[in-house]
């Protein structure tokens, strides 16, 4: 069993930077693609931005710009920075990676980011 676990949530004043982590809790495991998803309360799941094994990235329109999704050189950590973050960017976020036929979730993370 793999479990993703998230860091680097918080909160934040508008125009301020976060970074969130999401880390592979098994050794071994090697992350080549990856997701990143946000939700709002009452809203549905939103897909933000995604790296594949080539180490090419795509983002929604809404953060071009300003995230930026990476991964650390052993493939065990992806990361997504935030910089210039909006109160719009305020949601639960989210990593997904697809290991081994079966899709992963991490447990999310809050941020929180004030006008």
């Known amino acids: 069993q793999v479990q993703l676990v998230e860091s680097g949530g918080g909160s934040v004043q508008a125009g301020g930077s976060l970074r969130l982590s999401c880390a592979a809790s098994?050794?071994?495991?090697?992350?080549?693609?990856a997701a990143w998803y946000r939700q709002v309360p009452g809203k549905q799941r939103e897909w933000v931005a995604q790296?594949?094994?080539?180490?090419?990235?795509d983002y929604t329109d809404s953060v071009k710009g300003r995230f930026s999704v990476s991964r650390d050189k052993n493939f065990r950590t992806v990361y997504l920075q935030m910089n210039n973050l909006t109160p719009e960017d305020t949601a639960v976020y989210y990593c997904?990676?697809?290991?081994?036929?079966?899709?992963?979730w991490g447990q999310g993370t809050q941020v929180i980011v004030g006008s």
């Open positions: 997904k990676v697809p290991l081994g036929g079966r899709e992963y």
């Open positions: 098994r050794y071994g495991v090697s992350i080549n693609h």
């Open positions: 790296i594949i094994a080539s180490g090419a990235a």
